[in-house]
Structure formats: C-alpha cells, structure tokens
C-alpha cells in the first residue's frame, strides 16, 4: 500500500499483474525494475525493484522494493562526474597550451614571464577544484553529518557566490 502498488484490494499497475501471470503460467521468477506512476493523484514516478515468485499452487509472493532514491542518487553521481570531468578539462587543456607557448617563445623572457604566471594561476585553480572534490567526498562519509555544526548563511552564501563568479582576465 505505502509503495502504491495495491490500491484497495487491486494490484494498482498492469506491468505487474503481468508479472504475476507470468509466473503462473511458467513458475519461472520474475525479477524487474519498474518505472511506475507515483499514485492517483499528482504527478511523478516511483522506481521499484519487483519480484515476483510461486509459493504455492495458489499463490504467488510479490516483493517491491522502493530503488527511487538510489536510481536518483545514482543520476546525480553521474552528473557530478560529468561536471567534474568538465571543470577539470579546462585549466589542464589551459595548462598544456600555455606550455606549449612558453617553449616557442623561449627567447622572449617578457612573454615567458607573463605565460609562467598564468601558468601558476591555471595550477592553483586546478588545485583548488581538486581540494573541493576531496572535500565533497568526505561529505559523503559516515562522519560528516556528526561533525556538522551551526554557522552563519551569510558567510556560506557569499563565499559561494565568490567562488561562482567568473575569474577576470589578465
């Protein structure tokens, strides 16, 4: 009842009751993930692992467990690596030209000088997304929500908007 597949004293979703004829006519256990809809009223979906298996010449057992929030952890996973993978991609793609255009101007010490910097501020940058990563990956430890604490969200919030802003050209 509380995952919505039986509503009243009905089995509330036809991919299931498949299942179950399947089983039935074959013995074979079923086992699926479903997308299902949430419920009769409002809108979204519910992802359940579902299985379904003879117990008897009269009854099958059907087991649903609720995966929505693994599959929708999973999806942000995902994402984040893409971010990551995208994030980093930059300075390291910055760091390889700009070496490539200190070695050809190895006799202008001005121009060296000035790609050297730049070098150095794509370094730190690069650097500090990789101190972020480690810190968001113990984020996810088991300790991290007993070492939380109170602060202020004004701090947070601007050192996020700091952070966000794009960086000025030099």
Same mark, same amino acid.
């Not at 079923?30 to 992802?47: H, I, K, S």
């Given at each position: 009842? =509380?995952?919505?597949?039986? #509503?009243? /004293? =009905?089995? =509330?979703?036809?991919?299931? #009751?498949? +299942?179950? /004829? /399947?089983? !039935? !006519?074959?013995?074979?256990? #079923? /086992?699926?993930?479903?997308?299902?809809? !949430?419920?009769?009223?409002? !809108?979204?979906?519910? +992802?359940?692992?579902v299985r379904v298996a003879q117990v008897g010449p009269h009854h099958v057992l059907v087991l649903a467990e609720d995966r929505t929030e693994a599959r929708r952890v999973e999806a942000i996973r995902r994402d984040f690596v893409v971010n990551v993978s995208h994030e980093l991609k930059t300075p390291v793609g910055a760091l390889a030209l700009l070496a490539e255009t200190v070695q050809d101007a190895a006799d202008d010490p001005v121009a060296v000088r000035r790609f050297a910097a730049r070098m150095q501020s794509e370094a730190t940058r690069l650097s500090a997304l990789v101190q972020e990563n480690k810190q968001l990956s113990r984020l996810q430890g088991p300790r991290a929500l007993r070492e939380s604490r109170v602060g202020p969200l004004r701090g947070v919030r601007g050192g996020g908007v700091g952070r966000a802003r794009a960086a000025p050209e030099r």
């Open positions: 009842y =509380a995952l919505g597949v039986v #509503r009243g /004293d =009905a089995l =509330a979703h036809a991919a299931i #009751r498949a +299942m179950i /004829d /399947d089983v !039935r !006519r074959d013995g074979v256990i #079923r /086992d699926e993930e479903l997308e299902l809809p !949430r419920g009769p009223v409002g !809108r979204g979906t519910v +992802m359940l692992q």
